[in-house]
């Protein structure tokens, strides 16, 4: 294991991850927090993690005391840029900071190589992972992916389709820089998907704003007909919206997508 400076909440260390037996702690720690059940596919297969750690690649982890609590891993990408496939923080330890301290110790190796940007996906109608990327993080969106991976069943994702929104974060050349976004308001914003998930027309207004549900994950499971609605529903909105010219210039903390004309914010 091979530790890197980058700022951590008290008590976490964060760690590169190569021989065999972190990575099969990682397997197990993505395998729990994704819900897996023996049978549905691994969140990220342990051959193609080692050979993610062995090659030049990232595997980092993040540890509370001796506790694995939390994963990302990515490959090299074109442009000089990192792709960071999956990222898990164990359900005990959320809320600490963790997932935030992993993206920083992410940033700070790809900095250590020379490379100008982190690039993931993200499904959007999970409220928290949007305003964490797009609000804490500052990253920004550039493509929305309908069912990007294809059919899932690694537990978290079954039965439902896999959309994404791809996001870009830059990496300054010290590895550090100030993760927050500022807040965005916009109460002028048309909305093109309201918080019943009901689609209306966005008539070119200049600005618009398009709703998530609260917890779409619970949703899938107990009324999967209305999470496969607003799915449907996101997607005719939102997606509609970037490929018409909109771009997304925030995520409000209480679950909007707010969208401009133009060059993203």
Known sequence: MVELLAPA????????????????????????????????????????????????GYVGGAFLDDELVGVAA??????????????????????????????????AWAAERGLTAI?????????????????RLGATAVEYLPDFYGPLSDGINDGDASDRLLVTWPVPASGIASAAAPPVTAPAAVPIL????????????????????????????????????????????LGGALADGYRIAGFTRSGWYLLTRGAAA
């Not at 993505?30 to 193609?48: E, F, K, S």
């Open 119 to 135: 690039t993931w996906t993200f499904d959007p109608l999970v409220r928290r992972n949007a305003y964490f990327n797009l609000t």
């Open 194 to 237: 309201d918080e019943a998930g009901a689609v209306r027309a966005g008539g070119g207004a200049p600005s618009l704003r398009c709703a998530t549900p609260p917890d779409v994950e619970r949703l899938r499971a107990d009324d999967p007909g209305a999470a496969r609605h607003w799915r449907t529903a996101l997607g005719d909105a």
């Open 74 to 107: 990515g490959f090299l990408a074109a442009g000089g840029t990192l792709h960071s496939h999956i990222a898990g923080v164990a359900r005990e330890a959320q809320g600490r900071g963790v997932g935030l301290a992993l993206k920083r110790h992410q940033r």
């Open 9 to 56: 909440p008290a008590g976490v260390r964060l760690l590169s991850l190569h021989a065999t037996s972190d990575l099969q702690r990682a397997d197990r720690l993505l395998r729990r927090t994704w819900g897996t059940q023996p049978g549905d596919d691994a969140p990220l297969a342990l051959d193609m993690m080692c050979a993610l750690a062995h090659t030049g």
